[in-house]
Nanobody
């Protein structure tokens, strides 16, 4: 089992920045692929970013490319999402996720472990 706990969400003005953190405990996190998804009420969970276990195979949704950066520190069992140039449409609950076997990182069903979510609200 892996437990994931997000932090760092909050309220920010458009154009601002936030850094989300996701602390993992339990099984060896180092060999897990990781990702970030987001969800707004009434919509499906949406892919944001993903990274392979060694820090390679990085991918981003087109809507965040160039503004968001995913990273990880395996020594600290922590992953991050740095969000710059935030827009009101980035408002959502953000979830971190992980799994030891991920074939398609953009699909939510590819991941077995999820955090509880952290709210990000961007005001205009």
């Amino acid at each position: 089992q892996v437990q994931l706990v997000e932090s760092g969400g909050g309220l920010v003005q458009a154009g601002g920045s936030l850094r989300l953190s996701c602390a993992a405990s339990g099984r060896t996190f180092s060999y897990f692929s990781v990702g970030w998804f987001r969800q707004v009420p009434g919509k499906e969970r949406e892919f944001v970013a993903a990274m392979g276990w060694s820090g390679d195979r990085i991918s981003y949704a087109d809507s965040v490319k160039g503004r968001f950066t995913i990273s990880r520190d395996n020594a600290k069992n922590t992953m991050y999402l740095l969000m710059n140039s935030l827009k009101p449409e980035d408002t959502a609950v953000y979830y971190c996720t992980a799994d030891p076997r991920v074939v398609n990182p953009a699909l939510a069903r590819a991941y077995g472990y999820w955090g509880q979510g952290t709210q990000v609200t961007v005001s205009s």
